[in-house]
């Protein structure tokens, strides 16, 4: 029986690359968005700062542009590595029903990280959930290294 989503028939897993890197950008235009006229596009790094100033801006929205900056930092930060990985799974010849599952998994684990460390997080008591979902991203990197190194 041939499932909604066929993960075996086609390897889709380079197409995760640029849907990982959108995944980096979308909290950063978030935190652009909540920082309104406070951006400024001439020197973004001032945007915390700029906003800080602002007695209007609530801590909440304060926060969220925090976490949400440090968000997109984060999958800067993993997603050269992500990319590695993803090409050298293809490079050993992994299955591509097992390069889809596992790009997937960490497609939608950056979603969900970003999610959790954005909003879910304006409840401090849930901060836990964000290095778990973290994980489940690296779990998911280094499966795809050690499959390569298993096949090579």
Not at 26 to 34: E, F, Q
Not at 53 to 64: A, Y
Not at 111 to 121: E, G, M, P
Request: hydrophobic content about 50%; overall charge positive.
């Amino acid at each position: 029986m041939a499932s909604f989503l066929d993960l075996d028939s086609a390897n889709w897993s380079y197409y995760s690359i640029p849907v990982a890197f959108f995944l980096c950008m979308v909290p950063h235009a978030y935190a652009i968005g909540l920082a309104g006229k406070n951006y400024d596009i001439a020197n973004p790094r001032k945007t915390e700062e700029l906003c800080a100033k602002d007695e209007k801006m609530s801590k909440v929205t304060l926060k969220r542009i925090s976490r949400a900056r440090a968000a997109a930092a984060n999958g800067f930060e993993t997603i050269a590595l992500y990319a590695t990985a993803i090409t050298a799974g293809n490079a050993a010849g992994l299955s591509a029903g097992r390069m889809n599952r596992l790009a997937l998994t960490y497609v939608l684990s950056r979603a969900v990280y970003n999610y959790v460390y954005v909003v879910l997080q304006d409840n401090a008591r849930l901060a836990g959930v964000r290095p778990l979902v973290w994980g489940v991203g690296i779990a998911v990197i280094m499966s795809l290294f050690i499959g390569a190194a298993g096949k090579l």
